[in-house]
Structure formats: C-alpha cells, structure tokens
C-alpha cells in the first residue's frame, strides 16, 4: 500500500536517514521504534510528503508520490495526525471534526458558523465523535479537554478524513498508562468501522508496540535495523542491545 524506496535525508551535514526502504501492506499495524534522533519522524514525513527525500522515492499503491503535498497525498488515502489542539486550542470538539470532514468533502467554507447549519456535516462529525467516546463533550474547546481527550480528538480529527492509511506520531505519548491502551483500543476499533486499511505509529512505548502491532520496524542512526512480526524483533540481539536495551 506503502512504501519507500531509498530514502535518505540530510540536515545539513546530518545524515537523518540513510537509504530507507519499508513496506506497508494493507491491514496491517505498523509500529515504528528507535531511540531519539534515529530518523523515525523524519521518514514519517517523507512518507506523508511534508519533507522530499534528498534521494529514493516513495510510492502509494505503486504510484510514484514522491514530493507530492500533504493534502493532494490526504486526498488520495494517505493521512497522518498532527498536535492541531495546540493551533486551534479555541475550537470545540464538534468544530474540531466539523473542518475536517469538510476539507476532506472538498468544499470552501468561510465561517465556523456556517457549519451548524449543515445536517450532513452534523451528523457525520457527531459519528466520529462517537467512535471516539467524545459525543457527550462536542461543546468543549480542546484546550479544555484532559490530555487523554486531547489525543483522541487529535486522531479523531485524521481519521475523519476517512483516509485509506493513517500515519500517527507518538498517539499515546504524555498520558497514563491506563488511558494508553484506552486509545490504542478505540483507534483500532474505530479504523474498522471506518474503513482505514492500515496503521503506522512511532511509539516509545514498548508494552503497546509488542501488544497490538503486526510487524515493527527499527531504526537506528537513520537506517532500518531489524523489520519483522513482534516474535522475530524480540529475539533479535541487534535490537535488544541497540533499543530495548534487554531481552523482554
């Protein structure tokens, strides 16, 4: 569905990814780890075309999208989330998914205001909402949610995008342990009604990545250490003495 193709990128004199090469076939989970600066982030943006590799190339349903934009990628099936609370902290839960349904029905609208008059609208963000355990809080800005919330509605927000794969950076990272597998729960469940085919997420935590992923990549210093199913990264002695630092 996705994948690259030698990828590599350079800040300068920093060589953030070598020659990356992955794969992301349809209905799967893929969890992507490696310690700070291994080049995680930078490939998830390649891969959603908000960086262009310096070299290689990147391919969507063997499409060559390689330099392609964010939101001709968005409209194709490829969508990715973003910390978006932190941009419009003002809006409302229901404002929040309102813009994005509507970006991705393709039609201008000038005011928010406009949107509580569009049924289609209404009840199409009242349903993600829903499948995100966020119908009974539509009316509360986002900079007002707990932290837990504020993930949730930040994958919400991407997914309701109904894009065909889905790219997430670190969707557990600041909450507790409980509400962690809380919303690794409700993605994979709301994926499924959806419609979303597959799952990438760069994730620190290990008890989520061994828990729910179908294969996982490691990098490491900008280049693709190990790529297997949780069983063959847990047994790989490259991976345990560079990343997970003991054998689990």
């Given at each position: ?16 990814l070598g020659s ?24 998830v943006n390649i ?146 009604e959806i419609g ?53």
């Amino acid at each position: 569905m996705l994948r690259s193709d030698g990828v590599g990128k350079c800040y300068g004199e920093f060589r953030a990814l070598g020659s990356v090469s992955i794969q992301v076939n349809s209905g799967e989970f893929v969890s992507i780890i490696g310690p700070n600066g291994a080049g995680k982030t930078t490939l998830v943006n390649i891969l959603t075309g908000h960086f262009k590799p310096d070299t290689g190339k990147v391919y969507f349903r063997d499409k060559d999208v390689t330099g392609i934009k964010p939101e001709k990628l968005c409209k194709m099936g490829v969508a990715r989330s973003f910390q978006m609370i932190n941009i419009f902290p003002e809006f409302t839960v229901h404002e929040f998914l309102s813009v994005a349904i509507v970006s991705r029905h393709g039609r201008e609208t000038s005011l928010l205001s406009n949107l509580k008059h569009d049924k289609k609208i209404n009840e199409e963000a009242f349903e993600i909402a829903t499948l995100f355990g966020l119908e009974n809080k539509k009316g509360i800005c986002a900079k007002n949610l707990p932290q837990g919330d504020k993930k949730l509605l930040d994958i919400a927000s991407a997914f309701a995008l109904h894009p065909e794969i889905i790219l997430l950076d670190e969707p557990t990272s600041g909450v507790s342990t409980a509400e962690k597998f809380k919303i690794i729960e409700t993605l994979v469940s709301a994926s499924k009604e959806i419609g979303i085919k597959s799952i990438v997420q760069i994730e620190h935590d290990m008890d989520i990545v061994f828990s729910y992923s179908d294969r996982i990549i490691a990098l490491h210093q900008g280049d693709v250490l190990a790529d297997g199913t949780p069983k063959e990264i847990q047994n790989n002695e490259q991976v345990i003495s560079m990343i997970l630092g003991k054998r689990r």
